[in-house]
């Protein structure tokens, strides 16, 4: 096949943001197309790359040619590990399997190019560079500062064994989350007396029911996808089945050809050598160098400070929901069980509040909740969101436009349901930058709530209605970003900064005033009764402690392996740290084989990802909590709070740094405060 037939035939070779049309062909998109389009990506992009050591030192032929030089393989990448993410196939697989090393190696390679880097360098040395506008000088410093911090000082021998290095971390971690999704797929448990369902709620039994027809079987076929997990680890009396659907999800991927202990190991072996190769103590030290924690000791001494302000009440919630047990069950009650406690804390939550999650789901139809969630948008931003035609890679997918007046500022795709071919979680996805404001920036974000069950529409749990707001936050975070530079724009900024436009949208799913906007009772349209709502916000603190310790667990020993465990150590080690670092924060023992970081996609299913910076979920939540004050204090869904937020967090990107941002929408530094007052933990 000729060059102009490739790029004649294959939908992956043009995919820029500013082409005729910034809608991605999904339709189009095959597996035969991936390899050969990224082949061609790559090699494009390489002569564009080497052109830059020979150009003129000036902005658009050194800086901004590098930017350019990029774009459209960064956005055919982003497809493909998109659709290897929600619409998988053996072809699919295989394909993406194939490109990850190169890519991987490419980028790479770019901080290790001499001559791109004298290019870079020489040019800051530049009049023009001392006088460039403060959002392309910041991009200028960043860069340079990323190159030496990713070996461009590096010898020889070093560079080449850091592109080794990079390679291998993109193989493995491929490996480690296509092996999560495969144990997650092939679990099933099928039960054929309805008797075993006591507890159940009839939104899971149907959903269970609907389950089995679809694959051919009679009775209620559970799996390890969240909205059966969940319900099961929730509300079924029957304990034995619970503790086989738990034991199930906390050793997935850890025998066979699938087993993922031996990969953790090697991943934080090369995480570790690579952090050492460029000069740092540890993989967390150098991962969180440019971020707002800036050293794994700073990350470390937030966890343990919160920790220490969380323990007392956790030990106290540990002994109430024991106790709780023993009213149940008598004095010759066990001591709970991990695959026991979310049942009894139901119960008792049930108990103390009168309130059952189950009450709440006929009030958050997905239709009305997707509504209210752009409705809110709508108020705070000063956007109009619609729906719209685009193609897309499955038949539930929609797609949606976010104009600023009359300007389409953004669009993007919503996928809420589980299937087989997409991984779980949630998840936001940008897709493409617009370079200028005439041209919209994509994205997307995907769920895995409740499905729709016959003919009754899908209806959500609270849980879930804030899973879809956080990955919206995330969404306005790129949609509304106004930075000229797409390295710098949207979601590009700290990871323990980046979490805060999500997580405030949480923030929503808890007042009168917004939750009156799309939580209305599917069949009548009756909005939540005050007397249910007054439940819901009482219980909004029940067993707060636990669940922040729960958080801290992951953040610990995320930096315990990142900053302390030796790789050499083996499987058995890493498994044995992890279970008894988890099990001092969790409110039950565990059993000698649980190992749940064998399924931690946020750690190991990229070669950074969350690795060395889980807290930014907790550090994250500290800035959330601050700031949403100030919409308290207003009417909760205030335009001119709302717009503030806007001009100076979600337009602004990376362009200044994440303290300034927040100090300029607050007015001071961030308080811990806020985060305590709302989870009842201050004291």
Same mark, same amino acid.
């Given at each position: 096949?000729t060059d102009s037939?490739?790029t ?6 043009d995919?820029r943001a500013?082409?005729g049309t ?5 339709d189009?998109?095959?597996a035969?197309?991936?390899?050969p389009a ?6 494009e992009?390489?002569e564009?790359?080497?052109a830059?050591?020979?150009a003129?030192?000036?902005y658009?032929?050194t800086l901004g040619?590098?930017e350019a030089a990029?774009?459209k ?6 497809v ?5 993410a929600?619409s998988?196939?053996p072809?699919l697989r295989e ?10 190696a490419?980028?790479s ?9 004298r290019a870079?360098?020489?040019f800051?040395?530049t009049?023009?560079a001392q006088?460039l506008?403060?959002v392309q000088?910041r991009f ?8 030496r ?8 021998a070093?560079k080449?064994?850091l592109r080794g290095i990079d390679?291998?971390?993109s193989?493995?971690?491929t490996r ?14 099928l039960v054929t007396d ?14 269970a029911r609907?389950?089995?027809?679809q694959k051919g079987?009679e ?21 034995s ?5 738990w034991?199930?999800?906390n ?13 953790i190991?090697d ?5 570790q050598e690579?952090a050492?190769l460029?000069?740092?103590?540890d993989?967390a030290d ?13 990350a470390?001494e ?11 009440a956790?030990e106290?919630?540990?002994d109430?929901?024991y ?8 004095e ?5 069980e991990p695959?026991s406690?979310?049942?009894y804390?139901e119960?008792?939550?049930k ?10 789901r006929p ?8 509504d209210g969630l ?5 108020k705070l931003?000063?956007v ?8 897309a890679?499955?038949?539930a997918v929609?797609?949606?436009g976010?104009w600023?007046g ?8 919503v996928?809420?349901?589980?299937r087989?071919?997409?991984?779980g ?8 930058y ?5 041209t919209?920036?994509l994205?997307l974000?995907?769920a895995n709530?409740?499905e729709?069950?016959?003919d ?17 936050g995330?969404?306005?975070h790129h949609?509304l ?9 949207g979601?590009n900024?700290?990871w ?6 999500s997580q405030?949208?949480?923030n929503?799913c808890?007042e009168?005033? !917004?939750? &009156?906007?799309f939580?209305?009772h599917? #069949?009548?349209g009756e909005?939540i %009764?005050?007397?249910?709502?007054e439940?819901m /916000?009482?219980?909004r603190?029940f067993?707060?402690?636990t ?7 992951f ?5 315990k ?8 150590d ?7 740290l992890a279970r008894?670092v988890?099990?001092e924060?969790?409110?039950a023992?565990?059993p000698?084989?649980y190992?749940?970081?064998c399924?931690f996609?946020h750690l190991f299913?990229?070669?950074?990802g969350y ?5 930014s ?7 959330d909590?601050?700031?949403f004050?100030?919409f ?9 709070v709302?717009?503030?937020?806007r ?7 990376? !362009?200044r &740094? ?5 100090? #300029?929408f607050?007015g001071?530094? %961030? ?6 007052? /709302?989870?009842?933990?201050?004291a």
């Open positions: 096949m037939q490739v004649m035939t294959n939908p992956l070779l995919l500013d082409a910034f809608d991605i062909p999904f189009a998109i095959r035969e197309h991936v390899e990224v082949d061609a990506l790559i090699a992009a390489e564009t790359v080497k830059i050591a020979d003129p030192r000036t658009d032929a040619a590098l990029t774009e393989l960064e956005i055919a990448l982003t493909v590990g998109h659709l290897e929600v998988t196939t072809a394909a993406y399997n194939q490109i990850q090393p190169k890519a991987s490419f980028f390679s770019l901080p290790l190019d001499a001559g791109l880097y870079l360098s020489e800051a040395e009049e023009a006088s506008e403060p000088s200028l410093k960043k860069t340079l500062d990323d190159f911090r990713h070996g461009a000082e590096l010898d020889e070093g080449e064994r390679v291998e971390l193989k493995k971690t480690f989350s296509q092996n999560v999704l495969d144990e997650t797929n092939v679990f099933e448990l309805e008797a075993k369902l006591a507890g159940l709620p009839p939104s899971a039994r149907a959903a609907q389950s089995a027809e079987q009775g209620w076929r559970f799996t390890l996808h969240a909205p059966s997990y969940i319900a099961v680890m929730t509300y079924l009396d029957d304990a089945i619970r503790e086989q659907i034991n199930a999800y050793t997935r991927a850890t025998a066979g050809e699938r087993d993922n202990r031996k990969l190991c991943i934080l072996a090369l995480r690579k050492k460029l000069g740092y103590g993989f150098f991962v969180l160098e440019d971020r707002m924690a800036k050293s794994g000791a700073k470390t937030f966890v343990d400070d919160l920790r220490g302000r969380t323990e007392a956790f106290r919630e540990k109430d929901l106790a709780y047990r023993v009213e149940l069950e008598g010759g009650a066990p001591q709970l695959w406690v979310g049942y804390a119960k008792l939550r108990a103390r509040y009168d309130f059952d999650d189950e009450a709440l009030y958050f139809r997905v239709d009305s909740v997707l752009f409705g809110i948008a709508e931003y000063g109009r969101i619609e729906e719209r035609q685009a193609p890679w499955n038949d929609r797609c949606y976010v600023d009359e300007r389409l500022a953004a669009a993007f795709y996928d809420l349901y589980p087989e071919d997409k991984r979680g949630a998840w936001m996805n940008a897709l493409s617009g370079p200028d404001i005439e919209p920036h994205g974000f995907c709530v409740t729709p069950i016959g009754t529409p899908a209806l959500l749990t609270h849980r879930e209605v804030e899973t879809l707001f956080h990955e919206f995330h969404l306005l949609a970003s106004e930075v000229p530079l797409r390295s710098l724009g979601t900024v700290a323990d900064f980046v979490e805060l436009p405030i949208m949480e929503f808890w009168r005033v !917004s939750l &009156d906007l939580a209305r599917y #069949e009548t909005t %009764p005050e007397a249910l709502f439940k /916000r009482a219980a603190t067993r707060a402690a669940a922040q310790m729960r958080q801290l667990g953040g610990t020993v995320d930096l392996l990142h900053r302390e465990f030796d790789p050499a083996g499987p058995k080690a890493a498994m044995d008894d988890l099990e924060h969790a409110p023992p565990y000698d084989d190992a749940m970081i399924g996609t299913a990229s070669p950074v690795a060395a910076a889980y807290y979920y907790k550090w994250a939540e500290v800035l909590a601050d700031a004050t100030r308290l204090e207003a009417d909760v869904l205030s335009l001119e709302g717009q503030h937020f001009k100076a967090i979600l337009a602004m990107g990376d !362009s &740094d994440p303290a300034e941002l927040f100090r #300029e607050m001071r530094d %961030p308080s811990l405060d806020a985060l305590l007052i /709302r989870s009842g933990l201050a």
